[in-house]
């Protein structure tokens, strides 16, 4: 056997391998012996009818096929044993050329061969970078309040008024886009009227209904509308309202602290806000820490891998989205134009954050390498009282439910990565940086810690999918007082 190898990348190889006419003739021999079993002759029973007489009927692109199948397997194999290669991933096979006719058989293809990654380790200690994180100041605790307060308001039925600004529309809604040849059959939806989702004009269109109340009206959707199918297009609207609920949010007093903890005045629930804002930011600007000085490694870093890594790690979290859509009920479609991406932006985004992903796995399992960063049984263990303690319950219990979902394996990864970046961020030099209101937002890292667990297993911990936005907002948490929005 002939092997041509030429090196492409530092994680590519293409092999040009020629297999021996004296293969390929068994191989074929093979391939027509096979084929014999099940090939009809007249006057033979299946598999007894002479060879000679079996190779007048079987086509032969089912037997270049076949000859094909059993010659590739071993010619790669033995090719890749010869030139000392150890692939990282299945080969990207391409035929250049197959001869089954005899005194001319002949069979050529070529392998691009995908070899593991490769790190060249640059500066990882010594790094500099801020920690910022925003004061808590009195404002953020009294909006944190206002939105406990607002998910503890009540949604009474009102039946002696009509609408009012604030107020909650339990509806029949119908909506036919302009060119439209059949009018929208309504569909059970909750309109909330002052809502800053809402199509402009619709408040003013519903202000002082009652239930039993129809309407119709025509508005212009904005051009700038989340579904490009309508954005800036004329429809008409069609309203039955069915219920009318009012929005009732208890009072700031002592009775309001006591039903959410421990707590016997609103300062001490004040103050336990404050605390609990003041955790969640230093944990933000812990993540976000973490997450400078991994790109930092990256970019000191010559990292090279196969495009085969990222396009599973791709894979895998479209895979996830699309899964989650299912759940949903929407369709991809849908979702893109919700998003206002087109499937082309999307795929480019999100391959251009799996590779980012990917480099930054690879330096971290590289620091690992280096500073035999390793897990042993206590950190596991550790780590699974931990989380036992969290849900309240035992060590024995969570350990059994981790096993029971096969989620041991990602829980000892996790603890790694926790590892390295601790590792990371204690030879690091961190500068403290308090903000204040009227700085730029810090950007909160999207879940560093799953994107490092690439480190042992390139692929780990996807980014959540992003949500699609709704054309018509909900407050969040908000309870519908009857039936639930159309999606």
Do not use: W
């Amino acid at each position: 056997m002939q092997v041509v190898k030429e090196t492409l990348s530092p994680c590519q190889v293409s092999l040009q391998i020629s297999v021996e006419p004296e293969k390929v003739a068994l191989a074929v021999d093979k391939a027509y012996r096979e084929f014999s079993k099940y090939i009809s002759v007249p006057g033979f029973r299946k598999g007894h009818a002479p060879l000679a007489f079996v190779k007048q009927r079987v086509p032969q692109e089912q037997l270049r096929e076949r000859t094909v199948e059993l010659l590739t397997e071993p010619a790669f194999r033995e090719a890749v044993e010869k030139e000392e290669i150890v692939p990282f991933a299945a080969p990207e096979l391409s035929l250049v050329s197959l001869e089954t006719v005899p005194g001319e058989l002949k069979f050529e293809f070529k392998a691009l061969v995908p070899l593991a990654p490769v790190v060249e380790l640059g500066e990882y200690k010594g790094l500099t970078v801020d920690r910022e994180r925003y004061e808590i100041t009195d404002e953020a605790v009294s909006q944190r309040i206002e939105q406990i307060r607002d998910r503890a308001a009540e949604y009474p039925v009102v039946s002696d008024r009509a609408s009012q600004d604030g107020d909650i529309l339990v509806t029949d809604l119908g909506i036919t886009p302009e060119g439209d040849s059949e009018p929208a059959s309504p569909k059970p939806t909750v309109i909330y009227l002052g809502d800053a989702g809402n199509v402009p004009g619709l408040d003013a269109q519903l202000l002082g209904l009652s239930p039993g109340d129809e309407k119709s009206f025509r508005l212009q959707y904005p051009d700038d509308f989340d579904n490009a199918e309508i954005a800036g297009k004329v429809a008409g609207f069609y309203v039955k309202v069915n219920e009318l609920h009012t929005k009732l949010v208890p009072e700031l007093d002592d009775e309001f602290a006591k039903k959410f903890g421990d707590f016997d005045t609103m300062e001490a629930f004040k103050a336990s806000i404050k605390s609990d804002l003041e955790a969640q930011m230093t944990s933000m600007a812990d993540n976000l820490v973490q997450t400078k000085l991994v790109d930092q490694v990256a970019e000191n870093s010559v990292v090279n891998f196969p495009d085969v890594i990222v396009q599973q790690e791709f894979e895998s979290e479209v895979g996830e989205l699309i899964e989650d859509l299912k759940r949903r009920k929407l369709e991809v479609e849908d979702y893109l134009t919700q998003i206002g991406k087109t499937q082309e932006e999307f795929v480019s985004e999100r391959k251009a954050q799996a590779e980012q992903r990917v480099k930054r796995g690879l330096v971290l399992g590289e620091i690992a390498l280096k500073e035999e960063i390793k897990v042993d049984d206590a950190d596991v263990d550790a780590e699974v009282a931990e989380r036992a303690a969290k849900n309240r319950t035992s060590p024995e219990a969570m350990r059994a439910y981790l096993d029971a979902n096969k989620q041991t394996d990602g829980l000892a990864r996790g603890v790694l990565t926790k590892k390295i970046l601790r590792f990371l961020t204690s030879a690091a030099i961190i500068t403290d940086k308090v903000l204040s209101t009227d700085d730029e937002p810090v950007a909160a890292p999207k879940a560093t810690k799953k994107a490092a667990a690439a480190a042992t297993k390139t692929g780990e911990g996807a980014d959540e999918a992003e949500k699609p936005k709704r054309t018509r907002k909900k407050k969040q948490d908000e309870p519908t007082p009857s039936e639930e929005p159309a999606a």
